[in-house]
């Protein structure tokens, strides 16, 4: 399966958060370090759902950009 994943920049780092998995989040000092996190979180996060006798949730969120030009 393949999640959207959210990263910001924040004050302190970054911190990251998966819309299909509420709750699913993580929060590190660098991008390398906050993308390692989110992926276990990912992982733990689907283990509990079906240790619980959860559904799965399909992927459903997309993630696109759009350029638009501010006038100064």
Same mark, same amino acid.
């Given at each position: 399966?393949?999640?959207?994943?959210?990263?910001?920049?924040?004050? @302190?780092?970054?911190?990251?958060?998966?819309?299909?998995?509420?709750?699913?989040?993580?929060?590190?000092?660098?991008?390398?370090?906050?993308?390692?996190?989110?992926?276990?979180?990912?992982?733990?996060?689907?283990?509990?759902?079906?240790?619980?006798?959860?559904?799965?949730?399909?992927? @459903?969120?997309?993630?696109?950009?759009?350029?638009?030009?501010?006038?100064?």
């Amino acid at each position: 399966m393949k999640y959207a994943i959210v990263f910001e920049r924040t004050p @302190s780092g970054y911190s990251a958060y998966v819309p299909d998995l509420p709750g699913c989040v993580a929060a590190a000092g660098s991008y390398e370090a906050v993308e390692k996190m989110i992926r276990e979180a990912v992982l733990l996060h689907l283990e509990a759902l079906r240790g619980d006798g959860d559904p799965i949730p399909e992927p @459903s969120t997309s993630v696109g950009s759009v350029e638009v030009s501010v006038p100064r």
